[in-house]
């Protein structure tokens, strides 16, 4: 079947999705989450585009970027292969690490941007991972407030209120604020391996029922998920279901 066309964004901006193959974890550590960081400020000049939104997750990220002159195919190709390059050498791998193609939609109206940045920033709370946006560092909301961060906040915060406090209260308030946004996500595909027989497979694996995993020892229980959450079909939401141990710490260990 022959791939959809990318929709081409007028005012040139878009949320994008970039997410490791078969849901794999793309970074593992601070220093992994530092990198790519590094990576989209070092291509931004380079590239000539703008950045207002990014949050780093485990399997994948999200980004809010303005496209000036290079097209968004070659700027995506640019940092995924420079971070590539680094994270196989540091890990020792080969072969590609994100899924083939990376997922996008045109950001038109400065309502709907207001919705993405926000969206973006709440990513975290919706996979459990925070309780609020303010608790996540690895976003982009903290650049909105603080110096020396890699995002391009005044447009974002000209669409509020004149008047620079005046607008970071308001973009603070607005991004804390419980909602029902609906935006590009990640798919969440039905798993492959049904409950039961992840539940069996523990067991068989690992002589531990699923739902007692929690009470050992952390070392152990941390081997043991990170073992499990390679397997390909093998969500964090599953595992947290069979095991009774939250997604947070999940995603955290």
């Given at each position: 079947?022959?791939?959809?066309?990318?929709?081409?964004?007028?005012?040139?901006?878009?949320?994008?999705?970039?997410?490791?193959?078969?849901?794999?974890?793309?970074?593992?550590?601070?220093?992994?989450?530092?990198?790519?960081?590094?990576?989209?400020?070092?291509?931004?000049?380079?590239?000539?585009?703008?950045?207002?939104?990014?949050?780093?997750?485990?399997?994948?990220?999200?980004?809010?970027?303005?496209?000036?002159?290079?097209?968004?195919?070659?700027?995506?190709?640019?940092?995924?292969?420079?971070?590539?390059?680094?994270?196989?050498?540091?890990?020792?791998?080969?072969?590609?690490?994100?899924?083939?193609?990376?997922?996008?939609?045109?950001?038109?109206?400065?309502?709907?941007?207001?919705?993405?940045?926000?969206?973006?920033?709440?990513?975290?709370?919706?996979?459990?991972?925070?309780?609020?946006?303010?608790?996540?560092?690895?976003?982009?909301?903290?650049?909105?407030?603080?110096?020396?961060?890699?995002?391009?906040?005044?447009?974002?915060?000209?669409?509020?209120?004149?008047?620079?406090?005046?607008?970071?209260?308001?973009?603070?308030?607005?991004?804390?604020?419980?909602?029902?946004?609906?935006?590009?996500?990640?798919?969440?595909?039905?798993?492959k391996i049904k409950d039961q027989a992840l539940v069996g497979?523990?067991?068989?694996?690992?002589?531990?029922?699923?739902?007692?995993?929690?009470?050992?020892?952390?070392?152990k229980m941390k081997a043991v998920l990170r073992e499990i959450?390679?397997?390909?079909?093998?969500?964090?939401?599953?595992l947290a279901r069979v095991t009774g141990i939250s997604t947070?710490?999940?995603?955290?260990?």
């Amino acid at each position: 079947m022959p791939r959809t066309a990318r929709r081409k964004s007028e005012s040139g901006i878009y949320h994008i999705i970039l997410r490791g193959i078969n849901k794999k974890t793309i970074f593992h550590d601070d220093e992994d989450r530092k990198k790519f960081l590094y990576t989209l400020n070092k291509f931004k000049e380079k590239c000539d585009y703008n950045i207002y939104a990014y949050c780093i997750m485990s399997n994948h990220m999200h980004l809010l970027l303005k496209v000036n002159k290079e097209p968004l195919g070659n700027i995506m190709r640019r940092l995924a292969a420079s971070y590539v390059y680094w994270y196989n050498n540091k890990y020792e791998r080969i072969g590609n690490l994100f899924q083939d193609r990376f997922k996008s939609e045109p950001v038109e109206t400065d309502s709907y941007l207001l919705t993405v940045v926000r969206y973006i920033h709440q990513n975290p709370m919706k996979a459990g991972i925070s309780k609020d946006v303010k608790g996540y560092y690895w976003s982009s909301y903290h650049d909105y407030f603080t110096e020396g961060g890699i995002t391009d906040t005044d447009f974002i915060l000209n669409i509020f209120k004149q008047g620079k406090v005046s607008a970071i209260n308001q973009f603070i308030s607005f991004n804390r604020t419980q909602n029902k946004d609906s935006c590009l996500e990640v798919d969440e595909a039905e798993a492959k391996i049904k409950d039961q027989a992840l539940v069996g497979l523990i067991n068989e694996k690992f002589g531990i029922e699923a739902a007692m995993l929690k009470n050992e020892p952390r070392d152990k229980m941390k081997a043991v998920l990170r073992e499990i959450i390679e397997i390909e079909g093998v969500s964090t939401r599953q595992l947290a279901r069979v095991t009774g141990i939250s997604t947070g710490v999940i995603w955290r260990l």
